[in-house]
């Protein structure tokens, strides 16, 4: 079983919809990211927290809102997506955002998302 | 800036055939890690090997094994007596130290085991 847990796997959404994708670790890891992937594309990194605070955002629209309510969680906010937006967003965790251990991920199994 | 190349977009063979996945990176750091990393159809890309810029020593784990060479700026990766079980999409990413944690990835090589 992943250690990273995502939910809900599926999500269809209409544009003018508000919807949340969820993600869970109990790692005791403190670096959350959220990433993007097209189908047969590699992911795409949107934003990184390290310590609870956002550390980095590739630059991606406002209709994308990441939480992180607590180390061991990672929100992603939706509201107002686009067709272009359905993807398989996919959740990762790190010991740390820096240092040798930081940087290997463990991914969750995605959240696949469909805007109608 | 980074960039990494998987030239084999996909790759079909035989169970028990053994498969190379070619990587080649660019970087102008002189620190930095290469990585793999397995995405079947399940969806969650699984880590499989972490090598620093500084060991060049070959790795092998079961039926997988590394091939690292900085001279061609090449991380190869072999499956040696395939299983239907590796069919998968395969990354290999760089990530610099001065850019922490942001992977660089290829475009994925998609293996296909047929039995």
């Known amino acids: 079983d992943t250690e990273v847990t995502q939910t809900p796997k599926h999500l269809v959404m209409g544009m003018t919809n508000k919807k949340s994708l969820k993600c869970e670790q109990h790692?005791?890891?403190?670096?959350m990211y959220w990433y993007k992937q097209k189908a047969k594309k590699p992911p795409e990194l949107m934003f990184v927290?390290?310590?609870?605070?956002?550390?980095i955002n590739e630059s991606v629209p406002s209709r994308f809102s990441p939480e992180c309510p607590n180390s061991s969680l990672l929100n992603l906010h939706l509201h107002a997506l686009q067709p272009e937006d359905s993807a398989l967003y996919l959740c990762?965790?790190?010991?740390?955002?820096?240092?040798?251990?930081?940087?290997?991920?463990?991914f969750g199994a995605g959240s696949r998302l469909t805007v109608l | 800036a980074q960039k990494v190349t998987q030239a084999q977009t996909e790759i079909s063979v035989v169970e028990k055939e053994d498969v190379t996945l070619d990587c080649v990176y660019e970087?102008?750091?002189?620190?930095?890690?290469l990585f793999w990393y397995k995405q079947p159809p399940s969806g969650e890309l699984v880590f499989l090997i972490r090598?620093?810029?500084?060991?060049?020593q070959n790795e092998i784990s079961g039926r997988y094994s590394w091939n690292f060479q900085k001279s061609t700026s090449s991380f190869n990766f072999t499956i040696t007596a395939s299983q239907v079980v590796d069919s998968a999409v395969y990354f290999c990413?760089?990530?610099?130290?001065?850019?922490?944690?942001?992977?660089?990835f290829g475009g994925g090589t998609r293996v296909l085991v047929k039995p």
């Open positions: 990762a965790s790190s010991q740390g955002f820096t240092g040798y251990g930081a940087n290997v991920l463990t």
């Open positions: 790692m005791g890891h403190r670096a």
């Open positions: 927290y390290s310590y609870e605070k956002l550390s």
């Open positions: 970087t102008r750091d002189t620190t930095y890690y």
């Open positions: 090598r620093n810029s500084f060991d060049e």
């Open positions: 990413a760089l990530s610099v130290q001065a850019a922490g944690n942001k992977l660089t």
